[in-house]
């Protein structure tokens, strides 16, 4: 197998969880995409050096992160993203709850956004998001802190208060299948 067909194979195996990453990342499906792009592009170039493929995904996960982290330090965002739609659409509880999530989420510094996507959506640990970061654990324990913080006063009575019907002791699942 050649090298293209490899990473050909490696690109069609990971990107949809790369994509999936990305959209926490940057909440847009589209802009998601062109971040995978360009991580895959990046990856590709380098794909015959990579010497360990079984650390390939590792790679790929963290040339997505600069990609996001290194387009945001360009630029400011243009558009502002949000759940809100013109019109009121009858949807499920829990797509309602995942774009309150999303909007939450959307709230958060760029890096503090990272830290909870990797730390809690990627479920990976300290050490691994300060490798992936390049900072250390203490940065990443206090960022995350600080973020679940704000995540939690935006959220607030905005999904489900206390004591309403929908209230319940799992809202880490709301964004299952995301």
Aim: proline share 5%.
């Amino acid at each position: 197998m050649t090298s293209e067909e490899e990473f050909t194979e490696f690109a069609m195996a990971t990107s949809l969880r790369l994509r999936r990453t990305a959209f926490l990342l940057c909440g847009d499906w589209h802009t998601a995409e062109d971040l995978v792009q360009s991580a895959l592009a990046k990856v590709f170039v380098s794909w015959r050096k990579i010497r360990r493929h079984d650390a390939a995904y590792a790679y790929a996960e963290r040339t997505l992160l600069n990609v996001y982290l290194g387009g945001r330090r360009l630029k400011r965002p243009r558009e502002i993203l949000t759940g809100d739609l013109p019109e009121d659409p009858v949807l499920p509880p829990n797509l309602e709850t995942r774009i309150v999530v999303l909007d939450a989420l959307a709230t958060l510094p760029p890096r503090a956004r990272a830290v909870v996507v990797l730390r809690y959506w990627e479920d990976l640990s300290v050490d691994q998001v300060a490798d992936m970061l390049g900072c250390s654990v203490g940065n990443v324990k206090s960022q995350s802190a600080r973020a679940l913080c704000k995540l939690r006063a935006v959220l607030d009575g905005t999904i489900a208060g206390p004591g309403s019907p929908g209230h319940s002791q799992e809202t880490n699942h709301h964004t299952e299948g995301i």
